[in-house]
């Protein structure tokens, strides 16, 4: 086993678990937490990927952004009511069910396919451009060039989400 | 190499994770942050395909999901604080004006 297939079942099992974690906490602080393992592990395996760039967009704008958001609303708002109710909702058996067919399902067809999913001629990541040139240039290229459109319309969306955020969490004044 | 069934045998399970997250919980921060699992899911399977295929275009993808990752925790996150402000609550069987 070469040292990139070890490093992604570590981080694999890491950001399992973890999630696991996140959705059985009772805490929320703590499922922030095992969250902010999770998506720190799937940056590794960006890693392993020869994903460098988006590894770094993963830790800068996930877990330094995203999730200090969460934090700081579980800050705002009161964690000690909420861990003595109830965890579950009341069907949660139904939904158990439904995600346990879902995961049956997507096994089974990704297990079904494996074998159509192997190229004819091997082209690895080791031996594409991706390795030479630095990811960073290559992701780069084609955001400016081919996804320009697309790239304007992200900014687009987070204006409109900022300015979205902003009027719903706003307090009322008195003025009216 | 890791053959890349086991990358997508790996966002089946977290986003599998994430859906029972959402069905199963019923503190809405909890729900939020398995909606991010779920998208993370969806960036290993992009970024896993875009290395099986030498190609930058699933990278790109999933800057745009990540994008929209921020912005939906953006709006969430407001939503829940206008909520708690009105119903002091985290509980989502409590807020069902819209309910029948």
Not at chain 1, 62 to 87: A, C, N
Request: glycine share 8%; net charge neutral; proline share 2%.
């Amino acid at each position: 086993m070469s040292v990139e297939q070890v490093l992604f079942y570590i981080f694999a099992a890491i950001a399992v678990v973890s999630a696991i974690l996140v959705i059985t906490r009772k805490n929320v602080v703590h499922s922030a937490v095992c969250l902010a393992a999770t998506l720190l592990s799937v940056a590794g395996i960006f890693l392993t990927l020869h994903a460098e760039f988006l590894a770094g967009v993963q830790v800068i704008v996930y877990v330094g952004g995203i999730l200090v958001l969460f934090v700081f609303v579980i800050m705002l708002i009161s964690v000690e009511k909420t861990i003595h109710e109830r965890q579950f909702g009341r069907g949660w058996l139904i939904g158990f069910i439904a995600a346990l067919l879902l995961i049956s399902e997507l096994v089974f067809v990704v297990w079904r396919g494996r074998d159509s999913l192997v190229l004819a001629q091997p082209t690895g990541p080791v031996e594409s451009p991706l390795g030479f040139v630095g990811n960073s240039q290559l992701v780069g290229e084609a955001l400016y060039t081919n996804y320009l459109l697309p790239f304007e319309i992200a900014s687009i969306l987070l204006l409109v989400a900022i300015v979205g955020a902003v009027a719903l969490a706003k307090r009322k004044t008195q003025a009216e | 190499m890791v053959p890349i069934h086991h990358f997508l045998f790996l966002g089946a399970a977290l986003f599998t994770i994430g859906v029972i997250g959402v069905l199963t919980r019923k503190n809405i921060m909890v729900i939020l942050m398995s909606i991010e699992l779920m998208m993370n899911a969806v960036n290993i399977n992009l970024i896993a395909f875009s290395a099986h295929l030498g190609q930058t275009a699933g990278q790109i993808f999933a800057i745009f999901v990540i994008t929209v990752a921020a912005a939906e925790a953006a709006v969430g996150l407001g939503i829940v604080i206008a909520m708690f402000r009105n119903k002091e609550t985290m509980n989502i069987n409590e807020i069902d004006l819209m309910k029948w």
